[in-house]
């Protein structure tokens, strides 16, 4: 059985990043979707809060486990049996900081595998800081993230 951790900041959860959840799970027997904790920006959602949105979203899979993880994901991996990082790539952009984490991750942990899916490209320019910033200034992120996470977004910049 393969166990695939997907971790990021999912702050909040994108269409983008269920994507990558739905199309992982044709190859991964179980997903584990982790998100960190420990961030180094500020996050607009608890991770509480992020958990709920992604369990909304994705609903009940018993494939599918929504975790929250501190401290190092290698670490977290391992201690979970998992074989495998998932990560999504949309553009090039996102290469340099990608290559970087897989090397440190590497260096880190030499048995895990680190696996990159391409975002679909309906989804390829969504990330979580954009739709942030969009809905910031009362912008429409309908077809980019869940109905419950703009729900949530409209609320939170709403307070
Ligand atoms: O969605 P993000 O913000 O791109 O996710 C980044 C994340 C959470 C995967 C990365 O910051 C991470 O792995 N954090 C946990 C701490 C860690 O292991 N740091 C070393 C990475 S080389």
Do not use: C, W
Request: overall charge negative; cysteine-free.
């Amino acid at each position: 059985m393969t166990i695939a951790v997907y971790p990021g900041s999912f702050d909040p959860v994108t269409f983008g990043h269920l994507n990558l959840v739905e199309r992982g799970l044709r190859i991964f027997d179980q997903l584990i979707v982790a998100v960190a904790i420990n961030i180094k920006k500020p996050p607009l959602f608890t991770p509480e809060e992020r958990m709920a949105m992604i369990r909304e979203a994705v609903g009940d899979n018993p494939r599918i486990e929504i975790v929250t993880f501190t401290g190092l994901l290698v670490d977290y991996a391992q201690k979970r049996n998992a074989s495998v990082i998932l990560r999504g790539l949309r553009a090039v952009s996102d290469f340099e900081f990608e290559f970087q984490m897989t090397h440190m991750n590497r260096r880190l942990q030499t048995g895990l595998e680190i696996v990159f899916m391409m975002t679909d490209e309906e989804y390829f320019f969504v990330s979580s800081q954009l739709v942030r910033e969009v809905a910031s200034f009362g912008g429409d992120v309908g077809g980019l993230v869940p109905e419950n996470v703009r729900q949530n977004l409209r609320k939170r910049f709403a307070e």
